[in-house]
């Protein structure tokens, strides 16, 4: 194996990772060891990439191999029948799940979901002229992503965070999540445990409960888009795609009634953060702010507003996203992998079964790949010559689980922070003793994506113009968005 942490009594490492920050464990043991090392999870071999060489040339050019992911018994098995895609073991159900989320997603099928995504920043940039408070602004972004996900999955937008519907989905997926914290449960190390007679395996009765919820409200949700479908009142959707190909892909109701949740349970949470990472951004780094604003005032002025059609004028713009996702990943540790037959990789050996960690935040933090890290600097992206730095997707993963939603993350991402910035000065909140409130740069709450501690921010209006501009474009959008609205 690859060197790596002496194990600890237990046998394993788990008492070594952090709990609060593993990422940052698992940087120093890639500082100590390697770019490749090895650690025990349990009785699991785990292996962390620390570098874009390793996670390129096992995760990428292997990824026949390295495409699995590490068995999930509560969360995969029990709750989700082994269908949610996150956790979906590489297959053939897998393949057939992947590729109607390649045919609805891929860069060009994203420019449908353009006119939604438009039309809800526009309502987004308005309600942050009326905000009471400082920290107002992370519920009206969360309707925003919530509601282009929504439409994308089913054709319908989401007003509120009250809606019936993102009631019952965030209660979905916060039991999603709650079944995957490592170590929280036996049978995950034990599953020997699936051999007790059902009633007595104490931990499954309560998963099974919310499975059959979930499954309530997923088919729920696929058979209403099926009627509008049969009414003709449905509007184009990934649910009106696959249903119309539904032998094609050869799903069966299940799947893709879990397949359509999938975009609900990656695609809200992720992009929020990465909107979040770029107010702190430019909190720290006002220069910055004021450079790219600079280049949206020469391209678009103030006599309208930012389009898509201006992303490729504005590649300052473009560089910016790229360093919010450098400075920051949202997935500091990738989601794990599995490797699903023994391999070799520099003299070491890589055992079937072994959970594979690309170790994004200390890639995004190399040295030999990005000069002076832990500066922020959209510019490194307009010097480099690297073709994976100019066409960069790091953060967003590798090989065949690469994150297929990554095309709307980054539609969604442009126009936010291209109108921001045409719209409004980002500053930092003032205290209740007349000072600003700068958050601290690197406060994360942990989990499989890390977002910042909630920090307030204010939002200045730069200038008359503008805010009329924003009125009256929110008052079009609202009457443009009807037609989404529930029916
Ligand atoms: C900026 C926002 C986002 C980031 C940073 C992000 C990042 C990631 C990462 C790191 C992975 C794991 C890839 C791997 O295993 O190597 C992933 C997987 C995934 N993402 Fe995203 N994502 C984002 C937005 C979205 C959106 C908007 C959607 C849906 C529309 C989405 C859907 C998915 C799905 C379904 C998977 C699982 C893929 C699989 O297991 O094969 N993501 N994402």
């Known amino acids: 194996l690859p060197p790596g942490p002496p194990r600890t009594l237990l046998g394993d490492n788990r008492a070594d990772v952090s709990a609060k920050r593993p990422w940052k464990t698992f940087t120093e043991w890639n500082k100590t060891y390697g770019p490749v090392c090895s650690l025990y999870l349990g009785r699991t071999p785990v292996i962390v990439l620390g570098s874009a060489q390793a996670a390129w040339d096992l995760l990428d050019k292997r990824s026949d191999i390295y495409s699995g992911r590490p068995r999930s018994i509560m969360a995969g098995e029990i709750l989700s029948w082994g269908v949610r895609a996150i956790t979906m073991p590489y297959g053939a159900r897998y393949k057939r799940w992947r590729a109607l989320m390649q045919a609805s997603l891929n860069s060009t099928a994203v420019a ?73 449960y036996l049978v995950e190390s034990w599953p020997i445990l699936l051999w007790l007679p059902h009633r007595l395996q104490w931990f499954r009765h309560d998963v099974e409960k919310a499975r059959q919820k979930n499954l309530e409200l997923y088919m729920g949700l696929l058979n209403r888009v099926r ?64 450079k790219a604003q600079a280049e949206i005032d020469k391209v678009v002025g103030f006599s309208r507003i930012p389009e898509y059609d201006d992303m490729e004028s504005l590649p300052y713009v473009n560089a910016l996203m790229k360093e919010v996702a450098r400075w920051r990943p949202v997935a500091r540790t990738g989601f794990p992998h599995q490797l699903t037959k023994d391999d070799t990789y520099n003299g070491y050996f890589l055992p079937k079964g072994a959970t594979v960690y690309a170790n994004i935040n200390a890639i995004m933090q190399d040295p030999e790949l990005f000069a002076d890290p832990e500066v922020f600097r959209p510019e490194r992206f307009l010097e480099t010559t690297h073709p994976k730095l100019q066409n960069f997707t790091i953060h967003f993963g590798f090989g065949r689980r690469i994150c297929p939603g990554m095309h709307i993350a980054n539609q969604s991402v442009f126009i936010i922070f291209a109108r921001l910035l045409w719209a409004f000065d980002i500053a930092p909140a003032v205290g209740e003793d007349g000072k600003p409130v700068i958050p601290p740069d690197d406060d994360f709450v942990s989990g499989l994506i890390t977002r910042p501690v909630p920090f307030p921010c204010a939002f200045k209006v730069r200038n008359k113009v503008v805010e009329e501009l924003i009125v009256l474009e929110a008052d079009r959008a609202e009457a443009e968005a009807a037609r989404w609205d529930s029916n």
């Open 227 to 290: 009627k509008q479908m049969a009414d003709g009142t449905a509007q184009p959707s990934m649910a009106t795609f696959g249903l119309s190909k539904q032998q094609e892909f050869g799903l069966t109701d299940l799947e893709m009634a879990y397949t359509l949740a999938g975009p609900w349970d990656a695609g809200v949470g992720t992009t929020v953060i990465s909107i979040e990472v770029f107010l702190l951004a430019m909190l720290h780094y006002p220069d910055v702010m004021r």
């Open 112 to 184: 449908q979901y353009r006119p939604l995504q438009s039309l809800e920043s526009k309502l987004f940039l308005r309600k942050l002229l009326d905000v009471k408070d400082s920290m107002e602004y992370r519920g009206h972004l969360s309707v925003f992503q919530m509601s282009v996900i929504f439409r994308l999955a089913y054709g319908r937008r989401v007003r509120t965070l009250q809606d019936d519907i993102v009631i019952a989905n965030m209660k979905a997926g916060a039991n999603f999540g709650s079944l995957q914290v490592p170590g929280k």
